[in-house]
């Protein structure tokens, strides 16, 4: 169940946290064109060289989706349309009244907490979609990058199996020590966000079911007391909520910056005859670095090498 008091609360800080990161990342950024880099997912896909069936030799830093585009839109629109058909205005002080046990309340009440323990492992699966999401980590990367005054990284890649070489890192690592310890300095109110929202514990006990609903607690069966990562055993509704909406509320501020990004930078073309300078920085054949003009499509408000035709 989703407590749209809650999310407004969080919203007054989380919201206001991440107009700090675009500000600083819109400040910082050692070129002009990198924050757009970050909307329009610069990457770098080495299979492009083996192409043999286009006449045309094209370069392998590429612009737009990708693959991990197309995915985390398939998750977006789970989310959405979960939070459309879940959201309520009923405080959460009232709904924990509702469950208060009452005899000849008691097939009422049963129902209800049958109802939210349906709805907690809905919310997992959001939870895990969240933060295993390689578009949501990767930009969320990109833009601490920004505010450190460090380039756009085209090159960036997860580790996706054991001594994969030139990785940027696997998602655990990205999102404790390259996007929220990098936080520190900066946006250390950011940082405790995430921390607060993200467990590396909670996360794997989803992802592989090691976990068990109790009454109104999750137990987590993956708690180790030897890793330090694992150090927690359960888990009240009542956290679970603070940790649901967290997250939620730092995915929904990510969203709406992306959006914000993507208008002010089609500002920014169309005061100048529809483009806007970007810089590669190549690896591949040799280190080199480029600056090319992305064209803007006004009427789709998108972008691409090309100017529009129509």
Known sequence: MLFQEILDEKFSTIGHQFDLLHNLAAERQTHG???????????????????????????PYLIGPNVEGHSDDTHYNFITHYVQNHLTNQSYTEYLKSIEFEESK??????????ETMSVQTEMLI???????DTFIKKLYQLVLLINKQPYDWHFKITRYNREKNT???????IRK???????KDLPILKNHIEKAYSSQVRNAIAHSEYAILGRRIQLLNYDKSDPHSQMQSISFDDWVDRFHETLMIYSCYDKLMKLININYGKMALDNNKTVEIRVNRMNPIKETQYLPLFFREHFEDWGWYPDQY
């Open 33 to 59: 064109g990198d924050l757009l880099l970050v909307h329009q997912n610069g990457f770098y896909n080495p299979e492009v060289l083996t192409w043999d069936n286009v006449d045309e030799k094209l370069s």
């Open 106 to 115: 008691n097939q009422e009440i049963d129902k209800v907490i049958n109802h």
């Open 127 to 133: 939870y895990l979609k969240i933060w295993q999401s």
């Open 168 to 174: 940027t890192g696997t998602r655990d690592v990205i």
């Open 178 to 184: 390259k996007i929220r310890n990098k936080l520190d």
